[in-house]
């Protein structure tokens, strides 16, 4: 009897917290809702962290747009570069038993490694991958455009794939980096990345439900479909396989996991008094090492937001005078955000099942106004400002093409190789040419103004260009050699030579 009225007694003094915290959020969830309505985002999950507990789950909208389906805190979502913070941590981790240091150079444990230059494989060392400041242009194309599931045959890419700058002169995001940092914990513990994601963070950390790549999402129910948005119509997108890329971003998750992954970093590695991260990494890995050039000035509009370093898998800035640690994931069909300001110790996690970056951005910062008690920001009004003023892109679609003769296009028929990007197969089909990219069948169309350059454009309308021009080069015997695609602003057209 005395027990059953204690617990009378403490449901009691519970509803009122309960009831002033639902009372806390009620304003924070219609915001929520406008942002999805005026986005077309299907649907999201959201956690929000407080010292050591988790004080706010919930799902919004729908996970399976089609049938309706709602999404709830245990709805998985691939949470895309929010990934490669856990992959840094692995690195941390094997720190901390002393077998590996940041300095060393990550040839040591991957002797295969080559880099595009010898001033590269002597002088490039693990801290370099982890605050991205190696040199290398993105090259997302030679992972992505041609996948390789096989991690040794895709480190063997790298030797190939030319800078953009030189080794620290620049911060340069780079998939890549975090892939090599996911092989070196391969090379170290003996075990794959997946299973060292697992038994050394999902497990201590109590994510009991997160799992890795479309495999993972295949095998669970309760799981977010992706969807693009175009011309205000929502779009199914299949789910992409990241395939040997997958340390840099391929991570399934739930609010409810994420939360204690959040946990983790505001409690300086622990989680319920339990040491997961060392200590010492965790500060080094919220503090800055590599400066991000551009985009983060002083702004009128947004004059206490600027200023943005990386440190290891974290991106540090200032938000309205606060310390702020955050990272985005993008993948297609999703797009996440996971931040925290260590010195109030909260924190938001944001999981959309959209492909573009406002709807979890302007969600995470309406929540996070509220948590700091500041000023809020009307996100609502200026996203559909700039909708207004933003310009419908020209040149994608109603692509003009010429039109040739079924024997001529049969000149520009066979394989492409390039040592760092794959091979791409260019082959006919009745009187057009097609060709596989990301996993996708396109088909290959001829300029209308330029000779001996074509499109690859989707299947279906509005036939949207896949990739940037592909250009062809004739020998002197006057035959198709050369196939060039400039993938990358910054550096050479990536050449691709007839085999």
């Known amino acids: 009897m005395k027990r059953a009225v204690a617990i009378l007694l403490l449901l009691i003094l519970l509803i009122p917290i309960y009831s002033q915290t639902n009372q806390n959020y009620l304003g924070i969830e219609a915001q929520i809702g406008k942002i999805l309505e005026i986005t077309n985002t299907p649907g999201c999950a959201i956690a929000v962290v407080k010292g ?35 992959t840094a941590a692995l690195v941390g981790q094997l720190r901390e038993k002393g077998v590996l240091t940041f300095m060393d150079s990550p040839l040591k444990y991957i002797p295969s490694l080559r880099f595009y230059n010898e001033h590269l494989n002597n002088n490039l060392i693990i801290e370099d991958l982890l605050s991205m400041r190696t040199g ?6 030679a992972w992505s455009g041609i996948p390789l599931n096989d991690r040794d045959s895709l480190l063997q890419r790298i030797e190939y794939l030319e800078p953009s700058t030189r080794l620290r002169a620049k911060w340069n995001y780079s998939n890549f980096s975090y892939f090599i940092l996911g092989a070196i914990t391969e090379r170290l513990t003996g075990e794959t990345w997946e299973a060292n994601m697992e038994n050394s963070l999902f497990k201590p950390l109590k994510m009991s439900s997160s799992n890795l790549g479309v495999k993972g999402l295949m095998k669970e129910s309760n799981v977010a479909l992706g969807y693009n948005v175009r011309n205000n119509i929502i779009e199914k997108v299949a789910y992409y396989d990241l395939a040997a890329m997958s340390p840099a971003g ?32 965790v500060l080094e890995a919220m503090s800055s090492h590599a400066v991000m050039p551009e985009g983060y000035l002083p702004e009128e509009e947004f004059e206490g937001m600027y200023s943005a370093n990386y440190g290891y898998g974290w991106i540090i800035s ?14 297609d069909g999703f797009r996440s955000t996971v931040v925290f300001f260590p010195n109030e110790k909260i924190g938001v996690v944001v999981l959309t099942n959209q492909t573009n970056y406002e ?42 093409a010429e039109t040739i003769s079924y024997h001529k296009l049969q000149e520009f028929v066979g394989g492409y190789l390039n040592p760092g990007y794959g091979k791409i197969k260019i082959f006919q089909e009745g009187n057009s040419l097609y060709t596989y990219f990301r996993r996708r069948k396109l088909k290959v169309v001829p300029s209308a103004t330029e000779k001996d350059v074509f499109h690859a454009i989707h299947l279906v309308f509005p036939f949207r260009r896949a990739m940037p021009p592909l250009r062809f080069k004739k020998n002197k015997l006057g035959v198709i050699s050369t196939l060039s695609i400039q993938f990358e602003m910054e550096i050479n057209a990536i050449e691709f030579n007839r085999e």
């Open 52 to 86: 050591e507990s988790v004080i706010y789950t919930k799902g919004f909208g729908y996970s399976n747009y089609e049938d309706k389906v709602n999404v709830d805190t245990n709805t998985l979502f691939p949470i895309g570069s929010a990934t490669k913070a856990f």
């Open 136 to 141: 290398l242009a993105l090259h997302d194309n």
């Open 250 to 281: 391929d991570i399934n998750s739930n609010a409810q996991d994420m939360g204690n992954w959040l946990l983790t970093w505001l409690n300086k590695g622990k989680l319920e008094q339990q040491q997961i991260l060392p200590e010492q990494y």
């Open 318 to 331: 200032n938000y309205k005078g606060y310390y702020r640690v955050e990272h985005g994931g993008s993948i």
């Open 359 to 400: 709807p979890a951005m302007m969600i995470r910062n309406t929540i996070v106004d509220t948590l700091l008690n500041i000023k809020p920001t009307d996100w609502i009004n200026l996203y559909l400002i700039n909708k207004e003023a933003d310009q419908p892109q020209s040149g994608i679609t109603n692509i003009q």
